[in-house]
């Protein structure tokens, strides 16, 4: 399956300044699969190191820093040369931040060997005050497989279809209906490669919940690679409360959903941990949306969603019957699972973590993008019902010159407010590019 991430690699193999290169994203993402692939793809050969799977490796590197003489091990131990015309892969790199400093070594010796490297809990050690490359090495994100991603698995002539759009207006009902069915597997299945891959080769549900079951204990595995023992059950606590979080209609993090008498102190380590891990996508208050955002964040105050919206649906324990259900997957838990996937698609697009902005108790705005020095309202609508008091009181108070509203009306630009069908979401970026052409022409 092919993965958007592949032309910014390509891009990165063929920078003649180009650096180490360091790839997030969470376990299951499809890290490994993409690294080989452009090592197959874009190199004579690549060389593979798995720091968990041959924990032996780290000697090379806590032993000295020659890069020589590491480049020379390594091709001895992996039975291939090292230069630069072959890939080299190291994977799991966490677990052995000395190779993780060495990046820096490679950087300025050896400039001519492509390196990159991954993790699945990466951002932990980012994060964890080890010696770090600092302006040596370059960073991508990898996340779960997009709508846009899945799609030409499934039904390639509505891809085809979405993809040769270069101006918004509505979309046919034939090609409304037909991908708002495929949408609603979609938020079924969730982005996990091993989930799609399921579904692909079975064509069930049934087959996908094992997967996503087992990945859900896969990563409660992870909890327990916290150094602190005693917040381990905290990080777990936090990530199984998700769905009651986003049941509300005021989905602020609550802590007693947590935990009865639970306190901030106690867990913000825990969802530190989560948010490092990749896990989740922390999204926080902003008490005056101005640019830069992160200057008027309010720290006291966010909102914590699953990575993928599988994970999501299976940890809240929604039957995957609910597909044939009407809109219910849209409306279920306050419309959080449709949320939940509307910022997966916009991290994904603009590789920002959006805010999110609040009047008192009278009005909320789902998130708030930042881009082209512009701040973007956006609102996401769960149903056909699209009154949205909330983006109208944001609108009257600060004129956004554009407002974005999810929902499953179909596509259409009108007085600054552009509604863009669920199943559109991972068009947003090209969509809102049209607009500020054309209001500059």
Same mark, same amino acid.
């Given at each position: 399956?092919?993965?958007?991430? %592949?032309?910014?690699?390509?891009?990165?193999?063929?920078?003649?300044?180009?650096?180490?290169?360091?790839?997030?994203?969470?376990?299951?993402?499809?890290?490994?699969?993409?690294?080989?692939?452009?090592?197959?793809?874009?190199?004579?050969?690549?060389?593979?190191?798995?720091?968990?799977?041959?924990?032996?490796?780290?000697?090379?590197?806590?032993?000295?820093?020659?890069?020589?003489?590491?480049?020379?091990?390594?091709?001895?131990?992996?039975?291939?040369?090292?230069?630069?015309?072959?890939?080299?892969?190291?994977?799991?790199? %966490?677990?052995?931040?000395?190779?993780?400093?060495?990046?820096?070594?490679?950087?300025?010796?050896?400039?001519?060997?492509?390196?990159?490297?991954?993790?699945?809990?990466?951002?932990?050690?980012?994060?964890?005050?080890?010696?770090?490359? @600092?302006?040596?090495?370059?960073?991508?994100?990898?996340?779960?497989?997009?709508?846009?991603?899945?799609?030409?698995?499934?039904?390639?002539?509505?891809?085809?279809?979405?993809?040769?759009?270069?101006?918004?207006?509505?979309?046919?009902?034939?090609?409304?209906?037909?991908?708002?069915?495929?949408?609603?597997?979609?938020?079924?299945?969730?982005?996990?490669?091993?989930?799609?891959?399921?579904?692909?080769?079975?064509?069930?549900?049934?087959?996908?919940?094992?997967?996503?079951?087992?990945?859900?204990?896969?990563?409660?595995?992870?909890?327990?690679?916290?150094?602190?023992?005693?917040?381990?059950?905290?990080?777990?606590?936090?990530?199984?409360?998700?769905?009651?979080?986003?049941?509300?209609?005021?989905?602020?993090?609550?802590?007693?959903?947590?935990?009865?008498?639970?306190?901030?102190?106690?867990?913000?380590?825990?969802? %530190?941990?989560?948010?490092?891990?990749?896990?989740?996508?922390?999204?926080?208050?902003?008490?005056?949306?101005?640019?830069?955002?992160?200057?008027?964040?309010?720290?006291?105050?966010?909102?914590?969603?699953?990575?993928?919206?599988?994970?999501?649906?299976?940890?809240?324990?929604?039957?995957?019957?609910?597909?044939?259900?009407?809109?219910?997957?849209?409306?279920?838990?306050?419309?959080?699972?449709?949320?939940?996937?509307?910022?997966?698609?916009?991290?994904?697009?603009?590789?920002?973590?959006?805010?999110?902005?609040?009047?008192?108790?009278?009005?909320?705005?789902?998130?708030?993008?930042?881009?082209?020095?512009?701040?973007?309202? @956006?609102?996401?609508?769960?149903?056909?019902?699209?009154?949205?008091?909330?983006?109208?009181?944001?609108?009257?108070?600060?004129?956004?010159?554009?407002?974005?509203?999810?929902?499953?009306?179909?596509?259409?630009?009108?007085?600054?407010?552009?509604?863009?069908?669920?199943?559109?979401?991972?068009?947003?970026?090209?969509?809102?590019?049209?607009?500020?052409?054309?209001?500059?022409?």
């Amino acid at each position: 399956m092919e993965r958007s991430l %592949q032309q910014s690699l390509i891009t990165w193999k063929n920078n003649p300044n180009r650096l180490p290169l360091i790839l997030h994203g969470t376990r299951q993402v499809g890290k490994t699969y993409i690294m080989k692939w452009l090592g197959q793809q874009e190199f004579d050969r690549y060389a593979y190191f798995n720091f968990d799977e041959r924990p032996e490796l780290n000697d090379f590197f806590k032993l000295n820093k020659d890069v020589d003489r590491i480049i020379n091990a390594l091709s001895l131990i992996g039975g291939t040369p090292i230069n630069d015309s072959s890939l080299l892969i190291l994977d799991e790199i %966490q677990e052995c931040p000395e190779a993780l400093n060495t990046l820096k070594y490679f950087a300025e010796k050896r400039p001519e060997i492509p390196i990159i490297c991954a993790g699945s809990l990466l951002g932990i050690s980012l994060n964890s005050g080890s010696s770090f490359p @600092v302006g040596k090495v370059s960073f991508l994100s990898l996340f779960p497989m997009t709508f846009r991603e899945v799609l030409p698995n499934w039904r390639i002539e509505l891809f085809n279809y979405l993809e040769q759009i270069n101006s918004i207006e509505p979309l046919p009902s034939y090609f409304f209906n037909d991908l708002l069915d495929q949408f609603k597997i979609y938020l079924v299945t969730g982005g996990m490669p091993a989930v799609i891959n399921s579904f692909n080769d079975a064509h069930s549900f049934e087959t996908c919940e094992n997967v996503l079951q087992n990945l859900i204990l896969s990563y409660h595995g992870d909890f327990a690679k916290h150094p602190i023992m005693s917040d381990v059950a905290k990080i777990g606590q936090v990530f199984n409360s998700l769905p009651s979080q986003l049941a509300r209609e005021n989905k602020k993090f609550i802590y007693q959903l947590v935990r009865t008498g639970a306190r901030a102190r106690e867990y913000e380590d825990a969802i %530190q941990w989560l948010n490092h891990s990749g896990m989740v996508h922390q999204i926080n208050l902003v008490s005056k949306p101005a640019i830069p955002m992160h200057a008027y964040i309010d720290l006291g105050a966010f909102k914590l969603y699953a990575f993928d919206v599988g994970i999501m649906r299976k940890m809240a324990k929604l039957s995957p019957l609910v597909y044939s259900e009407g809109n219910r997957l849209f409306t279920e838990f306050k419309g959080a699972m449709i949320e939940n996937y509307i910022l997966q698609s916009l991290i994904a697009q603009f590789s920002e973590i959006p805010t999110y902005w609040t009047s008192g108790n009278s009005a909320e705005v789902d998130f708030l993008l930042e881009y082209n020095n512009q701040i973007i309202p @956006v609102e996401v609508k769960s149903d056909e019902n699209i009154k949205s008091r909330s983006l109208q009181i944001y609108n009257q108070k600060y004129s956004p010159k554009l407002r974005i509203r999810y929902s499953l009306k179909n596509l259409s630009y009108q007085e600054g407010l552009l509604n863009i069908p669920h199943f559109m979401s991972d068009y947003t970026k090209e969509l809102v590019d049209l607009i500020m052409i054309d209001n500059k022409s």
